[in-house]
């Protein structure tokens, strides 16, 4: 399968990114863009553990959604009002984290293909390189640790950061940097339309989306995603997107 290309003429962007003296902040999704994980447990446990309630994210689509947001959908599920889960939200968030040592599998990541190619191309070039999850930090380094990346980022915004949108963990991850989130040099990838559209949220110019079959290219062009691709298998193609010259 070749990598697919293409500007998003309805974007618009300021294309001054390709200037090489740039300076870039790469800010990645984990789950669908870098690695793919079996369904996350640790937050069933943790309601059943607090709650005695049986819950399950079977059926529903949270790609993109922060841990706090997936949290409140399952308490929603249960019949739980929206002042009660507001109540309950950071006592089951503290439950979540303890649960996650616990739950996660070691050895069942999977790291997409290309990515570690196009990690090693970034750091070769001096280029800070981030995370924009709705994960736990614990959760995401366990993750990129079992294949062998989380070494390669340096800052992040994470599901545990105080937030109320996931474009706020753009803002928190950029401002970690020392960038400021509407300058040129600064991208942020991921596989669904809710990265795409909490970078546009957080004053973002470069949005570059992974296309692919739960999240066609449709969704991301609507979201304003400036840029297109379908994998990280061609490095040269990837940096290209990020207005990185190949030499």
Known sequence: MRTSLRENPKANPRRN????????????DVD???????PDTARVAAIRDLYGLEVSLEGLRTGGMTEPQILTLLL?????????????????????????????RKGSVELLPGVKQVLDELENRDIALGLVTGNHKSLARLKLGDVDIWRYFS??????????????????????????VSE????????????????????????????????????????????????????????????????
Not at 21 to 28: A, P, T
Request: glycine share 10%; proline share 6%.
């Open 76 to 104: 929603q599920s249960a019949g739980w009002d929206d002042s009660k889960i507001k109540a309950e939200l950071p006592n089951l968030m503290n439950k979540v984290a303890s649960c996650i040592p616990e739950t996660f």
């Open 17 to 28: 990114a390709y200037n090489i003296f740039v300076k870039r902040l790469i800010l990645f």
């Open 155 to 180: 800052v992040g915004g994470y599901g545990d950061d105080p937030h109320e949108y996931r474009s706020d963990l753009v803002k928190i991850a950029v401002e970690r940097a020392g960038f400021g």
């Open 184 to 247: 040129p040099g600064v991208y942020v990838i991921g596989d669904t339309w809710r990265d795409i559209t909490a970078a546009v949220d957080a004053g973002v110019v470069n949005r570059i989306g992974l296309i692919g079959p739960r999240h066609p290219r449709e969704e991301f062009e609507q979201a304003g995603a400036t840029v297109l691709l379908s994998n990280f298998l061609e490095t040269e193609k990837v940096l290209e997107a990020l207005g990185i010259p190949s030499v």
């Open 32 to 38: 669908g863009t870098l690695v793919n994980c079996p």
